[in-house]
T-cell receptor, first 116, second 116 residues
């Protein structure tokens, strides 16, 4: 078990460009989350997948953001027409299957996005 | 007002000191409480996970939850320079249908420095 991995680790782009990030969760974890973290703040929830189904999206996830998890394995997060306000650390977390109740989420190292 | 409040610090202590980190929250639906450690430019690492009120100990770390006061704490005994990091409290709701997101609501983090 190598943990949650994210690529790229850093991305610098110009305003208006599209960017895509990838997350590989811990194998056999069927739940996958995306969070965004800005400097001096805790992570904020963006969206949630159970297997391949995207079940919840935060109001923070504007129309320029889209996430997918084909085949219920890795996930991608795309930001179209990036804005300077999108500069942040994008974190992916995964957790194992379970019933109603809490779960333990394990985070990846994050992708740091800088929009110039 | 944020749902979860956490003193951002910075907090500086000498090696060997007992460290106390705290969070308060306003949402009485929170039932699951976690503490994460985050080193600079890394993803959060899960330290402690507790359900409802009570204490949980793991090595040098003790987590306390007081739901009546909506107050949680993390104590670090015999602090080490390697404990220098940002500590994030996080929490999630209680009765949730299977398949629903269990997104975490984070505090803003407390930056801790343990001086050798």
């Amino acid at each position: 078990d190598t943990g949650v991995s994210q690529n790229p680790r850093h991305k610098i782009t110009k305003r208006g460009q599209n960017v895509t990030f990838r997350c590989d969760p811990i194998s056999e974890h069927n739940r996958l989350y995306w969070y965004r973290q800005t400097l001096g703040q805790g992570p904020e929830f963006l969206t949630y997948f159970q297997n391949e189904a995207q079940l919840e999206k935060s109001r923070l996830l504007s129309d320029r953001f889209s996430a997918e998890r084909p085949k219920g394995s890795f996930s991608t997060l795309e930001i179209q027409r990036t804005e300077q306000g999108d500069s942040a650390m994008y974190l992916c977390a995964s957790s194992p299957a379970g019933g109603a109740g809490g779960d333990t989420q394990y985070f990846g190292p994050g992708t740091r996005l800088t929009v110039l | 007002q944020k749902e979860v409040e956490q003193d951002p610090g910075p907090l500086s202590v000498p090696e060997g000191a007992i460290v106390s980190l705290n969070c308060t929250y306003s949402n009485s639906a929170f039932q699951y409480f976690m503490w994460y450690r985050q080193y600079s430019r890394k993803g959060p690492e899960l330290l402690m996970y507790t359900y409802s009120s009570g204490n949980k100990e793991d090595g040098r770390f003790t987590a306390q939850v007081d739901k009546s006061s909506k107050y949680i704490s993390l104590f670090i005994r015999d602090s080490q320079p390697s404990d220098s990091a940002t500590y994030l409290c996080a929490m999630s709701g209680g009765v949730i249908e299977a398949g629903s997101a269990r997104q975490l609501t984070f505090g803003s983090g407390t930056q801790l420095t343990v001086l050798p």
